[in-house]
């Protein structure tokens, strides 16, 4: 049987005798019985075997070294008062495949630095068995969130002609070595997706509610510890939504996630709070108990050009309209002044892509990014300008050729009332719910500058 089923119900099975196989954690010889602990992967909860000598095979069953993997028959035994509920009282070992001795993760501390060398094992340590239990609760929570408001999941391509977000992040895709594009595959340059958006916009106009959920590639020189090359993201478009619904479903969404992984994760969360970060259970109960704040833009720029005033040592300290909000700010504004998640609105359009709705203002686009504490932006989204002249105007003054956008800005000529979406970084959002400090704890094998390994 599976450690998870005994572990969701041992009372039922005390004095019953039941069969695992699973992997030897730690193993060690006691007067007059042994402790076998194991773990068969389906839990991140382990199980203690005790047996004795007189057990058949004990030369080879007492030789089983770390990471091997055994097959144990035997009773269960309720132990009120031990920190295990229950323990196996062994009366048959197999010893199915002995590991070898120097197993690189042996059973003490080991740096998050040397386990990402060691990404194809660290899976089995308890800190990663619950960011990526949680993870995948994360992914199915969403899919649920979705599926339940009548949204529509769109699988959009993943190899591209265009730079959804203008940024020239794109990793070319080729089969060729001369960069002559019109011989190559598609006969025309081709790139990993940075945001399946546009696609998205387009299928909105189909069934007004859509999702994406899929990897995006960014090719940013970025060696931070919240950028990776490979990332999944979220994005979600809606027909005739506005940039107040588009905050609102923002909300919603992260809640609901918080929510079911307090419903099913917590043995993943309260490991994730002892080890990764304190006070993490109290921080995820906020979130869903209060509302997420609200500051525009300007306001956010007055606050923080207070705060330099009142001599808070930011790096940049130049803080006018027109700033491109840095992680230190993001964190300032929603760590120190609203001490919970921020929406940061209205941002000055220079800053911003060109699809993003210019307010009646003249300066500024209906955009909204979501800062949390610890992580800065989790999500970022707008309105999305529906006006075609001033899409197109948009796209030349900010260099994108609006011919190789033809089908996008053509959607706006067919009936169109305003679409509204975000997009939400995964590991960010994983970050977020179980305090790893690195992306790189959160992906199973993070690609990130000058590191592609397994
Ligand atoms: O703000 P971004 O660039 O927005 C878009 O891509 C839009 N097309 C979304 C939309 O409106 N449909 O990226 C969205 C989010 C960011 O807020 C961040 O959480 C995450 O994606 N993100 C990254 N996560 C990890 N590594 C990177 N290099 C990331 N770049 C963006
Ligand atoms: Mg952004």
Same mark, same amino acid.
């Given at each position: ?8 119900s041992?009372?039922?099975y005390?004095?019953k005798?039941?069969?695992?196989i ?17 773990n068969d ?6 199980i ?44 048959k ?9 120097n197993?690189p ?15 194809h ?32 999941y769109?699988h ?28 190559d ?47 999944w ?10 940039l ?10 992260? %809640?609901? #996630?918080?929510?079911y992984?307090? *419903?099913? =994760?917590? /043995?993943?969360?309260?490991?994730? +709070?002892?080890? &990764? ?6 921080k ?6 209060n509302?997420f ?16 005033a ?30 919970k ?7 000055? %359009?220079? #800053?911003?892509?060109?699809?993003? *709705?210019? =307010?009646? /203002?003249?300066?500024?686009?209906? +955009?909204?990014? &979501? ?41 706006r ?7 509204a979406?975000?997009?939400?970084g995964?590991?960010?959002l ?23 390994l397994?």
């Amino acid at each position: 049987m599976e450690l998870k089923e005994l572990y969701s119900s041992y009372e039922k099975y005390d004095g019953k005798e039941i069969t695992i196989i699973a992997r030897v954690r730690s193993h060690r010889q006691g007067k007059a019985v042994n402790f076998l602990v194991l773990n068969d992967g389906t839990t991140i909860n382990d199980i203690q075997v005790v047996y004795k000598s007189e057990i058949e095979k004990y030369e080879e069953v007492s030789s089983a070294r770390v990471s091997s993997i055994v097959e144990v028959s035997g009773k269960v035994v309720l132990t009120p008062g031990k920190p295990q509920p229950f323990e196996i009282s062994a009366s048959k070992i197999e010893l199915l495949d002995q590991a070898i001795e120097n197993y690189p993760l042996q059973k003490k501390e080991h740096s998050p630095e040397f386990l990402r060398e060691i990404a194809h094992l660290r899976a089995r340590t308890k800190t990663f068995q619950s960011i990526f239990r949680i993870r995948s609760a994360a992914a199915f929570a969403i899919h649920e969130f979705f599926n339940q408001n009548n949204f529509i999941y769109v699988h959009t391509p993943i190899l591209t002609e265009n730079d959804a977000e203008g940024a020239g992040e794109t990793f070319v895709v080729t089969t060729r070595t001369d960069a002559n594009y019109e011989e190559d595959f598609f006969g025309k340059k081709a790139a990993l997706t940075v945001s399946g958006q546009l696609n998205a916009e387009s299928f909105a106009q189909a069934f007004k509610k859509v999702y994406t959920f899929g990897p995006t590639f960014r090719a940013e020189n970025s060696y931070t510890s919240r950028h990776a090359a490979e990332f999944w993201m979220i994005e979600p478009e809606v027909a005739f939504a506005d940039l107040k619904d588009n905050i609102e479903l923002i909300e919603k969404m992260v %809640k609901h #996630i918080v929510n079911y992984l307090f *419903k099913n =994760n917590m /043995d993943e969360l309260n490991f994730c +709070a002892q080890n &990764l970060e304190e006070g993490l259970i109290e921080k995820l109960k906020t979130i869903i108990e209060n509302d997420f704040a609200i500051t525009p833009y300007e306001e956010a720029i007055e606050i923080l050009k207070k705060a330099v005033a009142d001599g808070v040592d930011f790096e940049e300290k130049n803080i006018e309209f027109g700033l491109d909000l840095g992680t230190e700010h993001e964190r300032y504004l929603c760590e120190v002044v609203n001490k919970k998640p921020t929406f940061v609105t209205n941002y000055p %359009k220079e #800053i911003k892509a060109f699809y993003m *709705k210019q =307010n009646e /203002d003249g300066k500024t686009v209906a +955009a909204v990014d &979501l800062l949390v504490p610890g992580i800065g932006e989790l999500v970022g989204g707008s309105q999305r300008e529906d006006d075609y002249e001033k899409l197109i105007t948009r796209c030349k003054e900010m260099n994108i050729d609006p011919e190789e956008l033809w089908w996008y800005n053509d959607l706006r000529q067919y009936g169109y009332y305003k679409s509204a979406g975000f997009g939400l970084g995964f590991e960010r959002l994983i970050m977020y719910v179980t305090g790893a400090a690195n992306i790189r704890d959160v992906l199973p094998f993070p690609r990130t500058p000058k590191n592609l390994l397994f």
